[in-house]
């Protein structure tokens, strides 16, 4: 592959993945799901992964990942994607593709904007059981997947993805990624029984979820599109600050609009917030 995968987030380590896969990988870097490359120990990864986190998720995620959840299939294996996509397709006309890791900007605009959700098809190792710093198949299924079964989270989806081909030909991927950092993939929600996640980020793992929705110490702010784009983060550490929604028709509302006069704004105002860090007020 001529183009490397681009990752904005402050991080010690480069993203892994076979690009090459003998040819396997495609011009839009889909690829088939190696199925047949799991070992038994992958599987047992996979059950072990979904079963410690399936049980945190009461009075921590959002009602409609858990409603959503039982829709991935199997829990005692790594799904095949196929078999996701007979019931998602039907669902809401999405469907889960296969790529090697992380994929470039344009190829994973373009993939969303079709109703197409890159997955990883790798898992990472034991070792690496409680943390993993870049998307794995458990990440990438167990955290994004389900909530593509909601009719309007799904429509989010597809709307970013088109606002992102938007935002590539502006020059604003990485403002438009921080929006995708602190919503996609660590968002909180209001709902009638509290504060729960909705970020793949929190969902995938054990201890940001108890961290984003128990924990004193981040802070949790309504969501706020220029405070958000103008926000850095750290891909390797729990985050010190949450954006909270109240609905995703709201987060689909907010989202709607262009965002060539946030961009704008943004250029005329180039000081972006700080990494957070504990020390900050
Ligand atoms: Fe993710």
């Known amino acids: 592959m001529a183009t490397e995968p681009v990752v904005y987030g402050g991080s010690?380590?480069?993203?892994?993945?076979?690009?090459?896969?003998?040819?396997?990988?495609?011009?839009?870097?889909?690829?088939?799901?190696?199925?047949a490359a799991y070992t038994p120990a992958d599987h047992e990864t996979y059950r072990l992964l979904y079963a410690r986190q399936s049980r945190l998720l009461p009075g921590l995620a959002c009602d409609e990942f858990?409603?959503?959840?039982?829709?991935?299939?199997?829990?005692?294996?790594?799904?095949?994607?196929?078999d996701i996509n007979e019931r998602l397709v039907k669902a809401t006309g999405w469907q889960v593709v296969a790529v090697p890791g992380l994929i470039p900007e344009v190829p994973?605009?373009?993939?969303?904007?079709?109703?197409?959700?890159?997955?990883?098809?790798?898992?990472?190792?034991?070792?690496?059981?409680?943390?993993?710093?870049?998307p794995?198949?458990?990440?990438?299924?167990?955290?994004?997947?389900?909530?593509?079964f909601n009719p309007v989270f799904a429509d989010h989806m597809q709307a970013y993805g088109a606002g992102g081909l938007k935002a590539h030909s502006l020059g604003a991927c990485e403002q438009l990624a921080r929006l995708y950092w602190y919503t996609i993939e660590f968002g909180l929600i209001q709902q009638k029984d509290g504060l729960r996640a909705y970020g793949a980020g929190i969902l995938s793992s054990s201890g940001e979820l108890v961290h984003a929705i128990k924990s004193a110490e981040p802070k949790r702010i309504a969501l706020d599109l220029l405070r958000c784009m103008r926000t850095r983060y750290n891909i390797d550490s729990y985050?010190?600050?949450?954006?909270?929604?109240?609905?995703?028709?709201?987060?689909?509302?907010?989202?709607?609009?262009?965002f060539a006069p946030l961009y704008a704004q943004l250029k005329q105002n180039t000081l972006d917030q700080p990494f957070l860090s504990k020390n900050c007020p």
Request: glycine share 4%; charged share 20%.
């Open 66 to 82: 858990i409603a959503a959840l039982p829709s991935l299939g199997a829990s005692s294996h790594i799904p095949r994607f196929d």
């Open 136 to 148: 794995d198949v458990f990440h990438d299924l167990f955290g994004h997947v389900p909530l593509l």
């Open 12 to 35: 010690a380590r480069p993203p892994r993945g076979d690009y090459s896969r003998g040819g396997v990988v495609l011009a839009d870097y889909t690829c088939p799901q190696n199925y």
């Open 239 to 258: 985050q010190q600050t949450y954006f909270v929604i109240d609905s995703f028709q709201q987060l689909f509302d907010m989202t709607a609009p262009d």
């Open 108 to 134: 994973f605009f373009t993939l969303l904007a079709n109703r197409k959700f890159p997955v990883t098809d790798w898992i990472r190792k034991p070792d690496e059981f409680d943390y993993i710093v870049e």
